[in-house]
């Protein structure tokens, strides 16, 4: 069965559910990776390994008539820095990412997330954020996390809500909710 086959049909005018949490770094980690740009950008990244490993290949089996490789030096060393900047950042950009995130103390305050009919909103010491659930692009259910979508121009905005947070018990019912506002709702 996927996902869909449990899809509520209707969405619960009363449901109201507020957690409270703080967040980690590797909340913060686990969020970069979620976001559909760095798919995109890890993507990317495999193909420039890819790039670089056919060309040493290429470059180390092809030879001149006279039996040089057909790579020289300078472009092995090019290649061989674009690839480790690919992979760097491909692979790096979320750990880091969450680390510098991480070490702003307005994102180590305690939230207060909360869902119903209307929407879902964070609030903290530091302010709140909010949207209504007609705004939500998509939804996203890992293994750490709730994450759900709203457009923003050439990014997205991501409110996110720990399982941790959340008591097992609940975690169905956050889920329905969610299903039911959200069209595009991906379990991964």
Do not use: C
């Not at 980690?24 to 760095?38: E, H, I």
């Not at 709203?150 to 956050?174: C, E, F, H, M, T």
């Amino acid at each position: 069965m996927t996902p869909d086959a449990y899809r509520p049909t209707t969405a619960s005018t009363s449901f109201a559910a507020a957690y409270d949490f703080t967040p980690t770094q590797s909340d913060y980690a686990d969020l970069l990776r979620s976001m559909p740009q760095l798919r995109m950008l890890k993507t990317l990244t495999w193909v420039m390994l890819a790039v670089f490993a056919v060309a040493l290949l290429m470059g180390l089996f092809l030879v001149h008539d006279d039996g040089q490789p057909v790579l020289d030096t300078a472009t092995l060393l090019s290649l061989t820095v674009a690839a480790a900047l690919a992979a760097l950042i491909g692979f790096g950009y979320a750990p880091f990412g969450g680390r510098a995130a991480w070490r702003k103390p307005l994102n180590r305050e305690p939230i207060h997330a909360v869902l119903d009919s209307k929407g879902f909103r964070h609030e903290g010491p530091s302010g709140s954020q909010s949207f209504t659930w007609s705004v939500a692009a998509r939804a996203l259910e890992t293994n750490e996390a709730y994450y759900v979508y709203v457009p923003n121009g050439l990014a997205s905005l991501v409110y996110w809500l720990p399982k941790r947070a959340v008591p097992i018990g609940d975690q169905a019912s956050v889920r329905a909710h969610i299903q039911a506002h959200v069209s595009r709702y991906l379990i991964r």
